[in-house]
């Protein structure tokens, strides 16, 4: 079941909600003020990379020829 996030219309609050399918977003309120009127908000997620910032070094850039041989 996917966490969604929501923004409520009436009172504005942020809230995250598991829904057992897409098809029951519609049956979401908020928790706070009890509206029916909340969007889903588009969700982003966080990934870490393996490895330390310091450790990273980038690949040498291709240089591009004149045409010219």
């Given at each position: 079941m996917p966490i969604f996030e929501f923004v409520c219309q009436d009172c504005g609050t942020p809230f995250e909600e598991l829904v057992r399918s897409a098809n029951a977003v519609g049956e979401v309120s908020c928790p706070y003020?009890?509206?029916d009127r909340v969007i889903k908000q588009i969700s982003t997620f966080a990934s870490q990379v393996a490895g330390s910032a310091g450790s990273?070094?980038?690949a040498?850039?291709?240089?591009c020829s004149s045409g010219s041989l």
């Open positions: 003020c009890a509206s990273i070094t980038a040498p850039a291709a240089s």
